[in-house]
């Protein structure tokens, strides 16, 4: 089990009680961007694209805060940017303790092994590095655009595991992922003693660089996902929730629920979620009284979101389904019981995937510049 026992029954408490008050809208996690400086430039990345004005910006501590009382939701994830720049993250993760918040402080570990060094951080059940790793070591830094930086986060998440830190993993595929390298990562995850992983699927920025690596059709999204998530090992942990995970293999229909986790960062609440940008709103309460909810998901019709299949929206809705009635809690407690989900047919597939070509190169094989393939262009250099 990837997910503490004190934590699941938090949520579950908390799901439950907005349930009662029959809540069809509520936050489950805030998603805190306190910056969006980084150290890295990921071409997958929409937020290091902003002018320098914008990346030298924080958002205050008591902004912070205050955005942390006004949603009130039990779980805090803490993205960038990258955190550890902010000035003020031992403060606001000390805070967030207090106040009993599950914190996610989503780092890419380049700078973790030194600030725990130097103690910035003293191990709690409320806090968790979730370390950017997207894949083994040459597929991580072709998508983070850094050689090196796969052994830097390993050296981070040993020392934080040796320390007694919770840590997890977050993992963003896209298209051409390789199924075979991401389950031989799961194994090298698990061999680092990570609590648990977490996947979804890369959907489009409007700002990040490359537009062309995402998954984009709905179907190919299901097929990798089944692949990788079917015939799993006993030894795998996820930090998700087990009926999201069965959305992303196609067996089961979630809507959207962008409300589950809110965005708040340097301009306000985003609307609807981090991913588009449809405006903001200066308060929480204006952020779920003011947005046009029913404009958004797969059933709106809203071209964006036809073949996103990313956690933010779904995996709420998940979660949601659970506690929704019987039905959803013993569909859960089956997930989590048998969970290998034997397939013939995708370990078929897993065997004829060894036969194409992945890799960076494979990724880039459909990019161009100028109307020249890029694969030339780096050939003839």
């Known amino acids: 089990m990837g997910v503490p026992i004190s934590q699941m029954w938090t949520v579950a408490s908390y799901v439950l009680g907005q349930k009662l008050r029959r809540r069809k809208r509520y936050p489950l996690v805030l998603m805190l961007e306190p910056l969006f400086r980084c150290n890295l430039a990921c071409a997958g990345c929409g937020k290091i694209q902003y002018p320098a004005h914008v990346l030298k910006r924080n958002v205050p501590l008591e902004d912070c805060l205050k955005a942390v009382d006004e949603c009130g939701a039990p779980m805090v994830s803490i993205p960038g940017g990258e955190p550890l720049l902010y000035p003020h993250i031992t403060e606001l993760v000390a805070e967030l303790i207090k106040r009993r918040k599950y914190i996610y402080l989503c780092t890419n570990a380049l700078l973790l092994k030194d600030k725990l060094e130097a103690g910035w951080f003293k191990p709690s059940k409320y806090l968790t590095f979730s370390v950017h790793m997207d894949g083994q070591a040459e597929h991580h830094d072709f998508a983070v655009c850094r050689d090196g930086t796969?052994?830097?986060?390993?050296?981070?998440?040993?020392l934080a595991v040796e320390q007694g830190f919770r840590v997890t993993t977050n993992t963003t595929l896209f298209d051409g992922a390789d199924p075979n390298?991401?389950?031989?990562?799961?194994?090298?995850?698990m061999d680092l003693g990570v609590e648990g992983m977490m996947v979804s699927p890369g959907y489009a920025y409007p700002k990040a660089p490359d537009q062309q690596s995402f998954l984009?059709?709905?179907?190919?999204t299901e097929q990798l996902f089944e692949m990788i998530l079917a015939n799993r090992k006993k030894r795998w942990k996820f930090n998700q929730s087990p009926l999201f995970l069965e959305y992303l293999m196609g067996r089961r229909h979630y809507e959207c629920t962008p409300w589950g986790n809110p965005t708040f960062n340097l301009f306000g609440w985003q609307k609807p979620c981090y991913l588009l940008q449809d405006g903001y709103a200066?308060?929480?309460e204006e952020l779920m009284t003011t947005t046009e909810w029913d404009n958004y998901g797969r059933a709106s019709g809203n071209p964006a979101c036809q073949q996103c299949m990313v956690h933010s929206g779904h995996e709420p809705s998940a979660?949601?389904?659970?506690?929704?009635?019987?039905g959803g809690m013993w569909a859960n407690l089956k997930a989590m019981l048998f969970n290998r989900y034997a397939n013939p047919g995708a370990l078929d597939r897993l065997?004829?995937?060894k036969a194409r070509p992945h890799g960076p190169m494979a990724a880039i094989a459909h990019l161009t510049i100028d109307g020249k393939p890029?694969?030339?262009?780096i050939d003839a250099a």
């Open 150 to 158: 796969y052994e830097r986060a390993a050296a981070g998440i040993r």
């Open 181 to 189: 390298s991401v389950r031989a990562f799961f194994d090298e995850m």
């Open 216 to 220: 984009a059709e709905r179907k190919n």
């Open 282 to 284: 200066d308060s929480f």
């Open 319 to 326: 979660v949601d389904h659970t506690f929704a009635s019987f």
């Open 351 to 353: 065997e004829e995937e």
């Open 374 to 377: 890029v694969k030339d262009l």
